[in-house]
Structure formats: C-alpha cells, structure tokens
C-alpha cells in the first residue's frame, strides 16, 4: 500500500522557472492538503481541497496554485519560483474535509530555489 | 492571531520518561493533535484529544486541559528511536489546522 507518493523527492530550481510538484494517494481520501515546513516555523497550510473538484486557499495561498481534477490527484504548482519558495512541501490527505481527523502525509518534497 | 507554543529543544535520558508541552490560544477548538515526525521523514498521527483529560496509547499519553488551553504529551521508557520532533496541532473553529513549531526530542544512552 503506498499511500501518498510525492514527486520529485528533491529539485534545485532556478528562479523565474516553473515547477509543479506531484501528489497521488490511493486511500481514496476525500480531502488533501499542500503543506510547506521551514525551520523554525510550523507547518504552513498552501491550498487544500476538500472533494475532487473543489479547491481552497491556505494560510501562505501567494505564488503557488492548484488543481483537484479526480479524487487521487493533487498537484501544487509554482508558476514562477523564487527564492523564498525554498522550503519542503509535504501532501497530505484525510478521509473526509471540513472536520481534519487523522492526516496521512507523503515523504515530502525538497525544493531549493536558487 | 493564533499560537501556538511549545519548547524547541528537550533532552532526555534512555529509559526515562519525559513530558513535552503544549500551549495555545486560537479561534475555537475542535481538536488537539499530536504528530511525531523523524529528521527528514514525513510526520505521522500520534493522538487525538477532543475531551478534557488523559488519552493513554501504549508508552505514549497525552493530556489536554481546555480551560487553560495546555496540552501534553507524555512518553515513557524512553527508547533512542524516540529521538524525533513532536508537532502539536489545534484545529480551529473553522476546521484548520494551526501548527506549532514541534519540539526536537534527543535522547542521550
């Protein structure tokens, strides 16, 4: 059982380019999450969804955009990357939005924006 | 705003017990959580606390007292696999998670 895969698991990114940052679970969640974790800081929410087809803004929504196109499926996108962006993304998914419950995350994605 | 507080860094010995605090101030409470995440790993649930008092899960507990918006989580025999950070979590009268910065937890043999 995988879970939650995210891709790529690393990238070194110039700025100005863009990047899109993948996330598949296959626990049929209904609810899934875009989180970013800089030192220091807790995590920070980006955008979630809460069933295929809805999308809602985070806490830090700026520079980054998403899509819920079915229920497996959560890709986060950075349309033109800056430095600040240099952090580690982590999905994350739960059975079912509005209440959190329980959140499963994936392995994260270390993104350094130079 | 919102906060969060717990310690940044606790140190504890092999075999002992340590308890690692939590406290809050946000907007409602839906639920208090309590998540482990290993250097360079992914976070994963520990516990769940909604009601007032002691949610005990093997060597792991944890406490929550709403009034005084205080949590804890407490770990006994301690084991060096325990050396890890602990994230605490409220989530708000909206549904959203409010994170705190986690507490890195080191255990000496």
């Known amino acids: 059982i995988a879970g939650i895969t995210q891709a790529p698991t690393s990238q070194i990114l110039a700025a100005g380019r863009r990047m899109t940052l993948r996330c598949t679970q296959d626990m049929r969640h209904n609810a899934m999450y875009w989180y970013r974790q800089d030192l220091g800081l807790g995590l920070r929410l980006i955008h979630y969804s809460n069933t295929a087809g809805t999308t809602g803004k985070g806490e830090v929504p700026d520079g980054y955009s998403v899509s819920r196109a079915n229920t497996d499926d959560f890709p986060l996108t950075l349309a033109s990357a800056v430095p600040s962006q240099t952090s580690v993304y982590f999905c994350?998914?739960?059975?079912?939005?509005?209440?959190?419950?329980?959140?499963?995350f994936g392995e994260g994605s270390r993104l350094t924006v130079l | 705003g919102q906060n969060i507080d717990q310690p940044t860094e606790m140190t504890a010995t092999e075999g002992a017990i340590v308890q690692i605090n939590c406290t809050y101030q946000t907007s409602g409470f839906n639920g208090l959580f309590w998540y482990q995440q290993h250097a360079g790993e992914a976070p994963t649930f520990l516990s769940y606390n909604v009601l007032d008092g002691l949610e005990e899960k093997g060597r792991f507990s944890s406490f929550l007292s709403r009034s005084k918006g205080y949590s804890y989580l407490l770990l006994k025999e301690l084991q060096m696999k325990d050396s890890a950070s602990y994230l605490c979590?409220?989530?708000?009268?909206?549904?959203?998670?409010?994170w705190g910065a986690g507490t890195k937890l080191i255990i000496k043999p």
């Open positions: 994350a998914s739960s059975v079912s939005g509005g209440v959190t419950g329980e959140l499963f």
């Open positions: 979590a409220v989530e708000d009268s909206n549904y959203q998670l409010i």
